[in-house]
């Protein structure tokens, strides 16, 4: 129902940007979030937008580096992710939550397969 893509193989510094797209069912009135998960970690959250767009949520880690947006019109939330770093090397997932912007993975209903950032240095 949640379909990530866009990760790839890129250098520190360079930028990258995310997409999940939703079928099935329309997510318009969830707030869509970003996680990661490197290897040998726990899943973390990244950042999360709210149901119209008005309203972000970022991971310390993250802020002033990566964008949350979406396209409700498209059923898509994208990550723009700028001058990244190799601890950015994840599988970032999206993740739709009917509660606000919410930062933890177990308050999020639905979950995408992942798509693959590595950074090299």
Known sequence: QLQASGGGLVQAGDSL?????AS???FSSYTLGWFRQAPGKEREF????SWNGGSTNYADLVKGR???SRD????TVYLQMNG??????ATYYC???TQWLRTLRSLYDYWGQGTLVTVSS
């Open 84 to 89: 990244l770093k190799p601890v950015d090397t």
């Open 72 to 75: 409700n019109a498209k059923n």
């Open 66 to 68: 990566f964008t949350i």
């Open 24 to 26: 099935g069912r329309t």
């Open 95 to 97: 993740a739709a939550s």
């Open 17 to 21: 940007r995310l997409s999940c797209t």
């Open 46 to 49: 990244v950042a999360a937008i």
